[in-house]
């Protein structure tokens, strides 16, 4: 299993390629409703893998997790996903709000 150092690490490079190629197909991501969705859906992937970042990094730092992490993470993926168009942020939210309740099982 891996530590908390490389889980951080590993989260925040995947970050950097997942948000660096969002960016570079923003065009192709913003063309038709079909992509529309799966950029919402790659939004919500930068939300999963920040959220996992920030949570590695108070638990290295021996701060304790809350809301905030998730409020921050939350925040990060919709302003970028909406650099990308407008809508990619409200399925991102939508996809977010369907799966993060389950995750508490």
């Not at 197909?25 to 920040?50: D, M, P």
């Amino acid at each position: 299993m891996a530590g908390s150092g490389s889980s951080m690490l590993y989260s925040f490079l995947l970050f950097t390629v997942i948000l660096s190629l969002q960016e570079m197909y923003r065009g192709k991501l913003a063309s038709s409703e079909l992509f529309t969705i799966l950029g919402g859906f790659i939004s919500s992937l930068l939300f999963l893998v920040l959220l996992t970042f920030i949570g590695n990094f108070q638990e290295a730092s021996g701060v304790k997790t809350g809301w905030g992490a998730v409020i921050l993470a939350e925040a990060v993926s919709l302003i970028a996903a909406s650099t990308v168009h407008r809508s990619h942020g409200e399925a991102g939210v939508v996809d977010l709000n369907l799966r993060l309740p389950f995750d508490k099982f």
